[in-house]
């Protein structure tokens, strides 16, 4: 559903599993930091509401949303993690660069989701202007970093059903 219908933190607290036991890596973009810190923010404050222990949650940073794919794969890899979280935001230039990023993230996001044993989930903001980005990362519409939270301790709730 389009943001502009929906608020990404609006959700029903009654229906997010307990996160106490569960294990997550955040990885976090550089690039658009005033955004991406707030969404690093709003993924960390709700996973620690929902039961989450700080030292079960493990942040890394990497220059660029590009590279969230690879930080993803490597948080993975070394922290056994029971989800990863992307978080970035790519704001549309005067080039065609921000459609072979956002592509790129989104096909690099859905390889390690097919080709992994967790969940990645998907935080990338991709909006047309940096207002936009200040609306979904704690503005009127939420914190796109709040629903990625959500998501993973949903999905690893999922991925434990089928254990």
């Known amino acids: ?51 989450a222990k700080p030292e079960n949650i493990v942040v890394c940073y990497v220059p660029g949303s590009f590279e969230l794919i690879y930080g993803a ?8 993690p029971d989800a990863v979280i992307g978080l970035g935001c790519v704001i549309r230039g005067e080039t065609p660069h921000f459609d072979y990023v956002c592509s790129g993230v989104t096909q690099g996001f859905a390889t390690l989701n097919v080709k992994g044993t967790i969940p990645f989930i998907f935080g990338l903001l991709t909006n047309d202007t940096m207002q936009q980005s200040i609306d979904r990362a704690g503005g009127i519409h939420g914190n796109k970093g709040d629903e990625a939270a959500i998501t993973a301790i949903k999905m690893i709730r999922l991925s434990c059903n089928f254990k």
């Open 73 to 80: 794969k490597l948080l993975a890899d070394t922290i056994n």
């Open 1 to 51: 559903m389009a943001t502009a219908y929906k608020n990404l933190s609006d959700y029903d607290p009654d229906q997010v599993p307990d996160a106490s036991g569960m294990r997550f890596g955040i990885v976090v973009s550089e690039w658009n930091s005033e955004i991406t810190s707030k969404l690093k923010d709003g993924a960390y404050d709700t996973l620690i509401r929902h039961g």
